[in-house]
């Protein structure tokens, strides 16, 4: 304890370096860069998906996404009613409903009760 005394005694004692050596240390301000402009790359060939929409007899709007000419998901909107949306997550070309395991619950009946 007694050696560590003389040691921050010495270190509080040096003076730091004064704020104009260390701007002079630093290098000059540059001039700012202009930023360039966006580029777009130009989608070759059928990369970007194209969405069908047509409405059904019914007054159901029927929107088809697809993607290289291939058909992936299918967004039904009802006349009356919730959209849902129906997608080939296997990539077999069966479509299925992911929103049907939120909506649906089991049911619970009290049939009858004694003590």
Same mark, same amino acid.
């Given at each position: 304890? %007694? *050696? ?5 005694? /010495?270190?509080?004692?040096? &003076?730091? *370096?004064? #704020? /104009?050596? *260390?701007?002079?240390? =630093? +290098?000059?301000? !540059?001039?700012? &860069? #202009?930023? +360039? $402009?966006?580029?777009? /790359?130009? #989608?070759?060939?059928?990369?970007? #998906?194209?969405?069908?929409? !047509?409405? $059904?007899?019914?007054? &159901?709007?029927? =929107? $088809?996404? !697809?993607? %290289?000419?291939?058909?992936?998901? @299918?967004?039904?909107? +009802?006349? !009356? ?10 990539? %077999?070309?069966?479509? %299925?409903?992911?929103? @049907? /395991? =939120?909506?649906?619950? +089991? @049911? ?8």
């Amino acid at each position: 304890m %007694n *050696a560590l005394v003389p040691l921050l005694l /010495a270190l509080a004692a040096q &003076d730091p *370096a004064p #704020p /104009a050596e *260390a701007a002079a240390t =630093e +290098p000059a301000a !540059r001039e700012e &860069d #202009p930023i +360039p $402009e966006k580029v777009h /790359a130009t #989608p070759e060939g059928d990369q970007l #998906p194209t969405v069908s929409i !047509r409405t $059904e007899g019914n007054g &159901d709007k029927d =929107e $088809e996404y !697809r993607q %290289n000419g291939v058909l992936y998901m @299918v967004k039904v909107t +009802p006349e !009356r009613g919730v959209p849902y949306y129906l997608m080939d997550t296997d990539g %077999n070309g069966k479509f %299925n409903r992911d929103d @049907v /395991a =939120e909506h649906v619950a +089991p @049911v619970y009946w009290t049939i009858y009760e004694w003590d």
